[in-house]
T-cell receptor, first 117, second 112 residues
Framework: AQSVSQHNHHVILSEAASLELGCNYSYGGTVNLFWYVQYPGQHLQLLLKYFSGDPLVKGIKGFEAEFIKSKFSFNLRKPSVQWSDTAEYFCAVNPRISSGSARQLTFGSGTQLTVLP | DTEVTQTPKHLVMGMTNKKSLKCEQHMGHRAMYWYKQKAKKPPELMFVYSYEKLSINESVPSRFSPECPNSSLLNLHLHALQPEDSALYLC???????????FGPGTRLTVL
């Protein structure tokens, strides 16, 4: 079974600082990778996803993530954070499978990002 | 239509009540999911339906009973819940081609 680790539980930054949130996974096969964001009191929203191809993935709101296969990592980055980026961030993986099959999405424990104005 | 809708948004129920949560998607997805999420925690998978059949039940207590009447609808029937069942209940559906899950806004459940 796969597992996902997010080592930063709470990150506090000032506005305009650069962000990098770590995500490592363990799984023997090929995976799909996701970052979700959950703003206070709101539901999960997909920030970005990686299935194949260019390992540097750009998402919404200026976020990007880099898949490094050799390190089993998919770290989330943003060059300059804003107060509105304050939220909980979840990394998630699931095994790459054939179309039509349902498989579990495994979430990391989440990282709370607080951006100070 | 690229969204998953859930009703109600909020639900307060007593421990003896029976209530149902509803989830709907019209994206043609054939896999649908129920998750439970406590504050500041990741979603925990409860049930998975694939082609309208229950394919995964993550050892969820029988006071939670899922139902998939058709490929667009997913219900979660609740009976005799406990206060510790208070949480955000999320529904999701999955795009078969890219294995991406689309989440609904959730139902915030409070059990008194």
């Amino acid at each position: 079974a796969q597992s996902v680790s997010q080592h930063n539980h709470h990150v506090i930054l000032s506005e305009a600082a650069s962000l990098e949130l770590g995500c490592n996974y363990s799984y023997g096969g090929t995976v799909n990778l996701f970052w979700y964001v959950q703003y206070p009191g709101q539901h999960l929203q997909l920030l970005l996803k990686y299935f194949s191809g260019d390992p540097l993935v750009k998402g919404i709101k200026g976020f990007e993530a880099e898949f490094i296969k050799s390190k089993f990592s998919f770290n989330l980055r943003k060059p300059s954070v804003q107060w509105s980026d304050t939220a909980e961030y979840f990394c998630a993986v699931n095994p790459r499978i054939s179309s039509g099959s349902a498989r579990q999405l495994t979430f990391g424990s989440g990282t709370q990002l607080t951006v100070l104005p | 239509d690229t969204e998953v809708t859930q009703t109600p948004k909020h639900l307060v129920m007593g421990m003896t009540n029976k209530k149902s949560l509803k989830c709907e998607q019209h994206m043609g997805h054939r896999a649908m999911y129920w998750y439970k999420q406590k504050a500041k925690k990741p979603p925990e998978l409860m049930f998975v339906y694939s082609y309208e059949k229950l394919s995964i039940n993550e050892s969820v207590p029988s006071r939670f009973s899922p139902e998939c009447p058709n490929s667009s609808l997913l219900n979660l029937h609740l009976h005799a819940l406990q206060p510790e069942d208070s949480a955000l209940y999320l529904c999701a559906s999955k795009s078969g081609h890219y294995n991406e899950q689309f989440f609904g806004p959730g139902t915030r459940l409070t059990v008194l």
